[in-house]
């Protein structure tokens, strides 16, 4: 079974700093990982994804993740914060069959002006 | 396209009472999914769906039940619903998995 760790569930940073939203997983398995982000009222949508190809991956508004499989990690990390940046952030795990994806209990990031 | 559709988007039920969430996807897509949001919690696969007439349970499926006659329909069904079951309620559907789209949502409170 998969499933991924968010630490931190509240991140407050301040417009231009960096931001780092934190995951890491545990799969039996080489797993495929993602990030998601929630605005208000809105559903899910991709931010980015690993599956196994380069280990920084790049993702959309300026985001990206590396997986490190010594540290069982795939930390989200935006040099620049934004104020639209404010939402929720989820990450995810699936194994290779894609059949079952798992959230995390995702981090709100907070954008101070 | 419109993509993925959840009808309705709010409810509020009485304990006992049931009802149908109805989520249709026009992307073609083999793969759907239903998740349930709660604060803190973040998301939990209720059922999932590779196919039509295929399904299968996930981590929470107590009290729901689901079909997939088509490949754009992949409807909830509540029986009997009770308090535990207010929630906010997603629909997904994914091509080959890797990338979900998801539905505005419905948010249901039992009373």
């Known amino acids: 079974a998969q499933s991924v760790t968010q630490l931190g569930s509240h991140v407050s940073v301040s417009e231009g700093a960096l931001v780092l939203l934190r995951c890491n997983y545990s799969s039996s398995v080489p797993p495929y990982l993602f990030w998601y982000v929630q605005y208000p009222n809105q559903g899910l949508q991709l931010l980015l994804k690993?599956?196994?190809?380069?280990?920084l991956v790049k993702g959309i508004n300026g985001f990206e993740a590396e997986f490190k499989k010594s540290e069982t990690s795939f930390h989200l990390t935006k040099p620049s914060a934004h104020m639209s940046d404010a939402a929720e952030y989820f990450c995810a795990v699936s194994d290779r069959s894609y059949q079952k994806v798992t959230f995390g209990i995702g981090t709100k990031l907070q954008v101070i002006p | 396209n419109a993509g993925v559709t959840q009808t309705p988007k709010f409810r509020i039920l009485k304990i006992g009472q049931s009802m149908t969430l109805q989520c249709t996807q026009d992307m073609n897509h083999n793969y759907m999914y239903w998740y349930r949001q709660d604060p803190g919690m973040g998301l939990k696969l209720i059922y999932y769906s590779v196919g039509a007439g295929i399904t299968d349970k996930g981590e929470v499926p107590n009290g729901y039940n689901v079909s997939r006659s088509t490949t754009e329909d992949f409807p909830l069904r509540l029986e009997l619903a009770a308090p535990s079951q207010t929630s906010v309620y997603f629909c997904a559907s994914s091509l080959e998995g890797a990338n979900l789209f998801f539905g505005p949502g419905t948010r249901l409170t039992v009373l």
């Open positions: 690993y599956t196994s190809a380069a280990t």
